[in-house]
């Protein structure tokens, strides 16, 4: 596979753009900056006397956003951490507060198009969804391992399958003859539990989606690090920093959705998005990845 980044586009930018609102001068902290898409344009905002703050699980992301980042006239530095240590970066960088946090909450499509990562069904590869390599449990081993109540928690409680005991059974069925260790083959197990063919069009989405999404957010702890994240941003932001969290499905968006609310209850917080911001008929056609996309903004106050 090329090491050059694939074609990106941040979904929402224009949205991200007018209610993040980055005056010049102004820090910038992008808490999952992937592939730059949305750094690039926030970057450009703050100008010349301005600063962004990159991070990202993915080293490789941190590589092409590198690339992509290269001059633009703030100031940028990159780390490669989780946006669960966002005060430990803000430290590291010898900064005490931003003017703007931003967090998309999507995979990024250079993860989805390398099979080698296993994030997608799409093309048969190792059963891995580490999103940062230095991780040591892949979906292998929670497929492989855990038992069949515990698999089926796992799915429900990240995904609301609602097929998820039905499923859950079935991997135990099949991981009894040989360990599962393809995304293809547990593509397939998933879509027997269900009795649908993924080729059929009769769903819209492929009949693995919610599994594979389960997987990989357990195996990246991802709701333990968004929940860290909120419960950290508000000592990061400067009076009037704005915090922008862009979820793709409604676990995500709930906590977001409830955190901003409680914040707000409590003085912190003044909420700018009365409703979640998403994608017009026009950008939903154009970049198929913006369709579940939600974002929420909210202003520190207090």
């Known amino acids: 596979m090329s090491d050059a980044p694939a074609e990106h586009v941040p979904v929402l930018a224009e949205h991200v753009r007018a209610l993040l609102s980055v005056a010049p001068g102004e820090v910038v902290l992008d808490a999952t900056v992937g592939l730059a898409g949305h750094a690039r344009m926030l970057c450009e905002d703050a100008g010349h006397h301005g600063q962004l703050i990159g991070i990202d699980v993915d080293a490789d992301n941190l590589k092409a956003a590198a690339d992509r980042l290269e001059g633009c006239p703030a100031a940028v530095r990159l780390f490669h951490a989780n946006f669960a240590r966002i005060d430990d970066v803000l430290n590291e960088a010898g900064i005490e507060g931003v003017d703007v946090l931003l967090a998309d909450l999507g995979v990024s499509s250079r993860q989805l198009e390398d099979p080698t990562r296993g994030f997608s069904f799409a093309v048969s590869g190792p059963l891995d969804m580490r999103m940062d390599s230095t991780l040591t449990r892949t979906a292998a081993d929670l497929v492989n391992g855990l038992r069949e109540e515990e698999l089926s928690d796992l799915i429900w409680d990240n995904s609301q399958e609602r097929f998820s005991r039905k499923i859950a059974r079935r991997i135990c069925e099949a991981r009894r003859g040989h360990r599962i260790t393809t995304t293809g083959e547990l593509s397939k197990v998933v879509c027997d539990a269900l009795g649908m063919d993924p080729r059929s069009r009769a769903s819209k989405i492929h009949p693995a989606t919610r599994t594979f999404m389960a997987l990989r957010m357990a195996v990246n702890n991802e709701l333990t690090a968004l929940r860290t994240l909120l419960d950290k941003a508000p000592s990061c932001l400067k009076l009037g920093g704005r915090i922008g969290v862009i979820a793709f499905h409604s ?52």
């Open 251 to 302: 676990i995500e968006d709930g906590m977001v959705k409830r955190d901003f609310a409680e914040r707000k209850r409590d003085g912190q917080y003044r909420i700018l998005t009365r409703r979640p911001v998403i994608a017009d008929p026009q950008e939903r056609a154009a970049n198929p990845r913006s369709r579940s996309a939600k974002l929420r903004v909210a202003q520190r106050v207090r």
